[in-house]
């Protein structure tokens, strides 16, 4: 059954064309509040999203027998953020904020499509099949994680953009983008707990460990903790607690063992983001950080 549902999701996707450029509504309606408030958020998205093409090398490196349906996903789900990358370079251009960093044709640092070496590392391990299922389930639970987060700040660019009056930008691009990272995460979330059900206790267990280690903001990786911190107070302002809440939520439902809750290490992961030199002020505690 669940595979079915899998294989209708990923069709799904496929049937769901990358957002055209041309259809974006870039005429904005107050430029200069959008580039004062804005250009850094807007660069983190973009490189981010473009991140994708390495992003899918790190991953056929680490799970050099990823499956047909994983890979067709992949596949549909790298054309779709490549859209969102170009989608805010050219949002950057039409508010006269300059190329994107890195050159013409590409944002942010080193966007080229060779894995990294710890992926290509890490791959050889899993030629050892009971490794492989144990990357996978990390590699599946963290991507449901880092679309939940990129949901909920489009969400909140959204409602930031609305109460600016671009409302075209909104229902052109922010609500379409939007929609597609809602399907994404839709179909990490049921590929990992279908995944997870194949799994023994002591594999779960090692996900989760290296999951809590070494999680990190989606684009945190590509673009540094500081501006990771920055961005996301940004969008998420008062309500960052509520959106890490829901992420380690996600990391619950998929990598918990139902008995001792997860640290919170999402929270713990953004603090440290926060508490850089020239940061945003850290997350107040909310509660035991680790339990």
Known sequence: MRARELDTRVRRLEDDPPIPLDSVDLMVRNPEPLRHRFEEIFTYIAAVERAVT?????????????????????????????????????????????????????????????????????????????????????YLSRGAMHEHMTFDCYRHLGAQLTALGEDALVRTATDPIRRQEASHLGYYRLAAATHRRRLSPAQVRLARRVTVLTYEPVGAGECGRGPAGRVFTGLAGDDMDQVLDAVEAVAAELLGDGDRPLPHFVHAAMDGCLRLPGGPRPLEPTGARWP
């Open 54 to 138: 390495r992003n899918v090398a790190d991953i056929t490196a680490l799970l050099p027998d990823l499956g047909e349906r994983d890979t067709r996903f992949l596949a549909a789900w790298s054309a779709h953020e490549l859209a969102h990358a170009d989608i805010f370079d050219a949002l950057r251009g039409q508010l006269g904020l300059g190329p994107p960093p890195g050159g013409p044709d590409q944002t942010g640092p080193d966007r080229t499509g060779r894995a990294r070496l710890s992926f290509r590392l890490f791959g050889v391990c899993s030629t050892n099949r009971w490794l492989h299922d144990v990357f996978t389930l990390i």
